[in-house]
DNA sequence: AGAATACGTAAGGAATATCTAACGCGTCAA
DNA sequence: TTGACGCGTTAGATATTCCTTACGTATTCT
């Protein structure tokens, strides 16, 4: 079961589901257009970021509007800081190494 | 077949080499310490790893050392902040959707 | 009311991913 | 050269993912 952002973004659809977002909030059956699955599958991948919390979801009469949720994706851009954290610091030490052998 | 950078990123174990890796080159061995999995599992998620290039591999001997590839992740800070891009200009737009009504 | 619309959900199957156990192959050390 | 070490690869089982088809449930429209 995907249950993380990482996940969320491991499928090409669930990408070009939040790129699509990204203009602004969407219907389901906007969002399904144009996608090489079917309606229902595109159904199965938002709710799966629904779980996740990547998305929002807005019930308006028989439609429903999706849209990014704000900090869905921290948890990925936390992790990537982090790595280029400690990728910097190793850059650093690297470069006193360096200064010292010179 | 996990095929991009996005693949490689949504395993924790993929995940907890590469922050491993972010303090510098280590022997397979090393890395496979701790985790939760045979020390052939970890072996066959560097191998994806490689070949996806987020990690590069240096042999010695009967050792192999890895270690992080750099713009190995580049396609998906990219991404990101094309989303980023996205969606900041929405938010504008919003903006300026207020400002005309208010 | 009856039909059409907008969506979600369930079931089932095919494709992937992931893990362990067993084995192979160099390399190093005695 | 014999054996231990470091590590990858294969085979095969199990788990997970992802998709389609069929169906269910509210809403609108006529």
């Known amino acids: 079961m995907v ?6 973004l491991a499928h090409p659809v669930r990408r070009e589901l939040l790129v699509r977002l990204g203009q602004g909030e969407q219907r389901a059956s906007d969002l399904a257009r144009g996608l090489p699955i079917s309606r229902s599958a595109t159904s199965q991948h938002l709710r799966l970021m629904l779980a996740v919390g990547t ?9 429903r509007y999706y849209s990014l949720e704000r900090d869905g ?8 800081e ?4 400690f990728w ?5 030490r690297l ?5 010292a052998s010179a």
């Open 3 to 8: 249950e993380d952002a990482f996940g969320v």
């Open 55 to 63: 998305v929002a979801e807005r019930r308006e009469g028989r439609e």
């Open 73 to 80: 994706l921290a948890e990925v851009d936390a992790w990537l």
């Open 82 to 85: 982090r790595l280029d954290g």
């Open 88 to 92: 910097a610091r190793s850059l650093e």
């Open 95 to 99: 470069g006193e190494h360096l200064d």
